[in-house]
């Protein structure tokens, strides 16, 4: 059982806030889904920690852990708090490494579907549409114009081992994967509730950079500008928009759809 002030803990610790994860470029991965899809790229991660508790429940995970040469240590319940982001913490936590790359590394080699999310803040819904990307097929997902951190806790958590399966890439200036993703040969699609085509109305079999905007403020101007072609999932009812993760579910799959006859 390693103490509660053991410096390895202790750094661990640290990955809790976004400043620790960049300084570091580490991240946790919570609970046994997370960990089970981290250690299928044992390069990753680099050490397990687990209350008595999640070892006994999650035993088969511990021979990958092994075989991976990753260590595995056991911990009190308390440090397993404290190194959640949950409230019911789940006595399993792997320290990975970041795995982020370039723009031009994940529109290298032709891809069909990506998607960028601009500003997008709510790391739950960041999470959420990676899931979703990752089961429509989708390539790469794009973090832009300051989005949440993509290995934020709860985010990792809400893509239920999908940020290990998609590319991910973090990109500051959204006006710069306009340009590449041009350059690599996609079709841009802004969303927005006030888009001038219908969904439906699109042919969505080219390959495609879909964008997505904030939880409250939607996509901004000189996006929607630069993007040229704005996008309405329409709206029967009287909703007045979708939820972000839910517009993004509905516009993948609808190329998913077109792309794979
Ligand atoms: C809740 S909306 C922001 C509100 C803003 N009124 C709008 O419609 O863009 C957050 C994001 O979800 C997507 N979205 C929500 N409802 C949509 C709709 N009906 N059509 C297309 N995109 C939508 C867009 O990407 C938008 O930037």
Known sequence: LLSDSNARLAAARGLTSSRGRRETGRFLAEGPQAVREALRRPDLVVELFATAAGL?????????ARSAGVPVDEVSDKAAAGLSETVTPQGLVAVCNRFTRSLAQVLAHEPKLVVALVGANDPGNAGTILRTADAAGADAVIFTGNSVDPYNGKCVRASAGSLFHVGIAVVDDPAEVLTAAAGAG????????????????????????????????????????????????????????????????????????????
């Open 186 to 261: 996609l079709l841009t699609f802004a969303t927005t509730g006030a888009g001038a085509i219908d969904l439906d109305q699109l042919d969505l079999a080219p390959p495609t950079l879909w964008l997505f905007g904030n939880e409250a403020r939607g996509l901004p101007e000189d996006v929607l500008q630069a993007a040229g072609v704005r996008v309405r999932v329409p709206i029967y009812g009287r909703a007045e928009s979708l939820n972000l993760a839910s517009a993004a579910a509905v516009c993948l799959y609808a190329s998913a759809r077109a792309q794979r006859p």
């Open 56 to 64: 006994a429940k999650h035993a088969e995970l511990l021979e990958p």
